[in-house]
């Protein structure tokens, strides 16, 4: 029997890739036809994950993925603070000195429990509906100090952050919040003399 001979030249030989690429490549094309609803919920699941990671870092809110200044990670960018900040003798100093008007940014059912003798409630998250009315009693030139409820809650660096945008300039932060005020044994509403000289 005579043999024909094939048309078809030596076969071509393939260019060399990476194994890992082309096995990958191939289970994946083998999990999308065993498996065609789980790999379009896998595809949904990354898209989302790839819209959040956007939006996350064009939000001037989001988190941070990598150390903040001051070396926290995990925390909003809101609330890394760039405003100075004063501990709690220093804000006790004012007080006594009447050298700044103090604002309580916790929520108004925690300052009506207590305060800082004299601090006035503007409660943060409650911004949008008591900014208008918190405007007037606010004059721009003047001194604040600024208090939330403790080291990491974010309020009054957050409301300082705001009240910078509407002009105000002479902001400070306290460090540790009313936790530290009551820490430190200083004068509260409830307590006007305190434990602390």
Known sequence: MRQTRSNQGPPASRPAACPLV?????????????????????????????????????????????????????????YESRLPQINV???????????????????????????????ISFAQRRWVEVWPEMKSQLPPDAAYVLYCYGSHCGLSTRQGKRLLAEGYERLLVLDRGWNGWREAGHPTNRDPNGKAD
């Open 89 to 119: 003798d220093e804000a006790l100093s004012i007080l006594r000195s009447h050298g700044a008007v103090f604002v309580d940014s916790r929520d108004k059912k925690d300052y009506d429990r207590d305060h800082i003798p004299g601090a």
């Open 22 to 78: 082309c096995g990958t490549g191939a289970l994946l094309r083998w999990f999308a036809a065993r498996f065609p609803h789980a790999a379009r919920g896998a595809i949904l699941v990354m898209a989302a994950l790839l819209v959040g990671a956007v939006y996350n870092m064009a939000n001037p809110l989001g988190i941070r993925w990598h150390p903040s200044p001051d070396g926290r990670i995990g925390i909003p960018r809101a």
